[in-house]
């Protein structure tokens, strides 16, 4: 029997500072079967994420941050099917990450088969390779694949930004509980796309620049 339960308070914060040399975006599961009408596990709130999910793109892309899809991946005899309906079988229809939401070329998609994102795969690689200490993480569905993947990077002392409009869950509570968990627990900041304010990259590059130069003066025109 469903019964109200109030969340408990957690902090929403009104702006968030990134540093798009440190920071990568996460865009978790926007595949069609979740997504999309026809799709066999549609998250009901999800397709209404995507302009928020493109802002976050356009404003990575264009600071030069770095950007990781996840992509959901099943075949035959995976033992989720026996938990979830069959869902994004690989190289269906409902596999395919949305239309509107197309990793260019240069971007990373990692194909996972659980619902962290660093299990079984070589996303902690990247990370530490690129140098990043700050996820952005969004996309569906929030208390399954994003907050396994959020808490995973958690544990991995990555910083964890969530954008609240840019995040669907099958129902308000399931999104709503695993904010406030991912706020208390981990210390993640939660906030929406408005809040988040990307640091002038350019100005960081010509310090970089300008240090170079001084140890190579010869390099420098």
Request: net charge negative.
């Amino acid at each position: 029997m469903a019964r109200a339960v109030e969340v408990p308070e957690y902090e929403v914060h009104d702006e968030v500072h990134l540093n798009p040399t440190r920071t990568a975006l996460i865009v978790v599961d926007m595949q069609n079967d979740f997504v999309k009408e026809g799709g066999s596990l549609v998250v009901p709130d999800a397709e209404g994420t995507i302009p928020a999910i493109q802002g976050l793109l356009r404003m990575a892309r264009e600071s030069g941050m770095k950007v990781v899809f996840t992509q959901d991946t099943h075949t035959d005899g995976d033992p989720e099917w026996e938990i979830w309906p069959e869902h994004v079988r690989e190289g269906s229809w409902g596999w395919r990450i949305v239309d509107e939401l197309a990793p260019r070329e240069d971007e990373l998609v990692i194909r996972k088969v659980r619902y962290d994102a660093f299990y079984g795969t070589h996303l902690d690689h990247f990370l530490r390779l690129w140098e990043v200490n700050t996820l952005v993480v969004c996309g569906t569905v929030a208390n399954i694949c994003v907050h396994y993947t959020a808490a995973s990077a958690a544990l991995r002392w990555y910083d964890v930004v969530i954008p609240r409009d840019a995040t669907s869950a099958l129902d308000p509570f399931d999104l709503e509980s695993s904010l406030r968990q991912t706020a208390f627990l981990f210390n993640g900041r939660i906030t929406t796309t408005d809040a988040l304010k990307v640091e002038d990259s350019r100005a960081y590059r010509s310090k970089l620049e300008e240090a170079a130069a001084e140890v190579h003066p010869h390099h420098h025109r």
